[in-house]
């Protein structure tokens, strides 16, 4: 079970941190996620974090201005989301995955679980 948390309104240039925090540990090979569908778009890949080592993962449109953290003790994963613009602006979905490899970490079919998603508005 995941939940996810931090949404909220902020202007452009802001900043806002979503968490994600998963019941239990399912596997080494855990993987958690964040997506975002804004409306009348795609669903699409935002960051990913491994727990295990740590590497991180990004969309290209979002490198430079977002990091992904994770707190391996609370099982828990955080996307610091800085220099927000209003195309930014979607519902983010936390996700884990236990079985995701590195060529398939953008892809929504690798992962397992899905946080109930958080709505994230930037204003113009």
């Known amino acids: 079970q995941l939940q996810a948390s931090g949404g909220g309104l902020v202007e452009t240039g802001g900043s806002l941190r979503l968490s994600c925090a998963a019941s239990k540990r399912a596997s080494t090979r855990y993987v958690m996620s964040w997506f975002r569908q804004a409306p009348g778009e795609e669903f699409e890949f935002v960051a990913a974090?491994?727990?295990?080592?740590?590497?991180?993962y990004f969309a290209e449109n979002v490198k430079g201005r977002f990091t992904i953290s994770r707190d391996n003790a609370k099982i828990t994963a955080h996307l610091q989301m800085n220099s927000l613009k209003p195309e930014d602006t979607a519902v983010y979905y936390c996700?884990?995955?236990?079985?995701?490899?590195?060529?398939?970490?953008?892809?929504?079919?690798?992962?397992?679980?899905w946080g109930q998603g958080t709505l994230v508005t930037v204003s113009s």
């Open positions: 996700a884990v995955g236990t079985r995701v490899i590195s060529s398939t970490i953008a892809r929504r079919d690798s992962y397992d679980y």
């Open positions: 974090i491994k727990f295990d080592g740590g590497s991180t």
